[in-house]
């Protein structure tokens, strides 16, 4: 069974950083794409970034130039590294991946349960 755990989640002040990570256990045939969602109270879940296998990455404007998504091919986990941190990027951080495990072989959409990240002076 694929489980995808985030951790790095917290409270920062404005401007600070933080570090997001996910790792992907389980029995997977192939990863292809990874990424990061954010769902605010009373908004829809937005995806941050993503990257895909072969490293070609994808921002949402309002992080771009402040977020960086990387991954680990051979550990499974990939990263969100947060700096300048607003307000506004306060959310439930998800990570999400579109791989195949060998249990189905087939292409599917998996979630972890989220981690906090709270900005506030």
């Known amino acids: 069974q694929v489980q995808l755990v985030e951790s790095g989640g917290g409270l920062v002040q404005p401007g600070g950083s933080l570090r997001l990570s996910c790792a992907a256990s389980g029995s997977i045939f192939k990863i292809y794409t990874m990424g990061w969602y954010r769902q605010a109270p009373g908004k829809q879940r937005e995806l941050v970034a993503s990257i895909s296998s072969g490293g070609s990455t994808n921002y949402t404007d309002s992080v771009s130039g402040r977020f960086t998504i990387s991954r680990d091919n051979a550990k499974n986990t990939w990263y969100l590294q947060m700096n300048s941190l607003k307000p506004a990027d306060t959310a439930a951080y998800y990570c999400?991946?579109?791989?195949?495990?060998?249990?189905?072989?087939?292409?599917?959409?998996?979630w972890g349960r989220g981690t906090q990240v709270t900005v506030s002076s």
């Open positions: 999400n991946s579109r791989l195949v495990p060998y249990m189905t072989m087939r292409i599917g959409d998996y």
